[in-house]
């Protein structure tokens, strides 16, 4: 798992877990004059336990894990990302719901009347809040430009080396030496001469530009050199890619397997 892919969205989510998992264990209600001790916590609520807390958790939890894998798992047709956006939603639903009856309707079958009983306590509130937060990043991530920026900044990488010398570490891994069998660089892996030369790619960049290293704000395709717009590859927030060729607004970028593409969206990259 790769916390570097982890957006602010996600770390919205983290938090909100985390204030979940701590209002689990305060009072579930409140009753005037009753003392703090003898009033349960949300772990004595079965309906609460599954319905809020543990859905809340897991579906942050799948919200978080499916951003870092790189390819995430999917489960009847759906990314397991969508699952848990899911979970978090019915969990602040199930915790709005608790937060009109915190006893669960045991007060009515006695008194035949929804305003006698406990208020909601403390923890049921929290949970509210934690469950609404929660839900509200892990929706709107995708779609809010400020949520979408990594949680984890990139280490500045070593100096870029010139066009067709061999650098000293590998993409998205500055300053870590990668050779091959007897020092050579293997063709296609990292450690390889900027710019390995393949098929119909030009002998070398523009006489004005510079090599340079970069990381992407956002996920971002990267397209074949033939410009075709079937995405070979996506460079990924919070790793550093080399950019070893300009064409117009565009950059040419190799990945960590050594592949080279387009990078048509150059908006908001961070040079190194």
């Known amino acids: ?131 609404l937060v929660m839900a509200a990043a892990a929706v709107a991530t995708p779609l809010v430009p400020a949520l979408k920026g990594s949680l984890v900044p990139a280490a500045r990488p070593a100096a870029p080396q010139p066009y067709g010398a061999q650098p000293s570490g590998g993409y998205g891994y500055p300053g870590a030496q990668q050779a091959g069998f007897g020092g050579q660089p293997q063709p296609g892996q990292p450690g390889q001469p900027f710019g390995g030369q393949q098929p119909g790619q030009p002998a070398a960049p523009a006489a004005d530009f510079s090599p340079f290293w970069f990381a992407v704000p956002v996920p971002r395709p990267l397209f074949p050199e033939d410009g075709s717009q079937t995405p070979i590859a996506e460079l990924a927030p919070g790793t550093w890619y080399l950019a070893v060729e300009q064409r117009g607004p565009a950059l040419v970028a190799q990945t960590q397997d050594g592949r080279r593409g387009v990078l048509q969206d150059t908006s908001g990259i961070q040079r190194g």
């Open 1 to 131: 798992m790769n916390i570097r892919s982890l957006t602010r969205g996600d770390g919205v989510v983290i938090g909100a877990a985390v204030l979940l998992f701590i209002a689990s264990f305060l009072a579930l209600y409140s009753i005037d004059g009753a003392p703090d001790d003898v009033i349960p916590s949300l772990w004595s609520s079965g309906p609460v336990v599954l319905g809020v807390v543990l859905a809340g958790l897991i579906g942050a939890a799948l919200v978080v894990v499916s951003r870092g894998l790189p390819q995430p798992p999917k489960v009847a047709g759906l990314d397991l990302g969508q699952f848990g956006v899911a979970f978090t939603v019915f969990a602040a639903w199930s915790a709005l719901g608790n937060i009109f009856d915190p006893a669960g309707g045991a007060n009515n079958v006695t008194s035949g009347s929804s305003t006698d009983g406990p208020d909601a306590g403390i923890g049921l509130i929290l949970a509210l809040v934690a469950t």
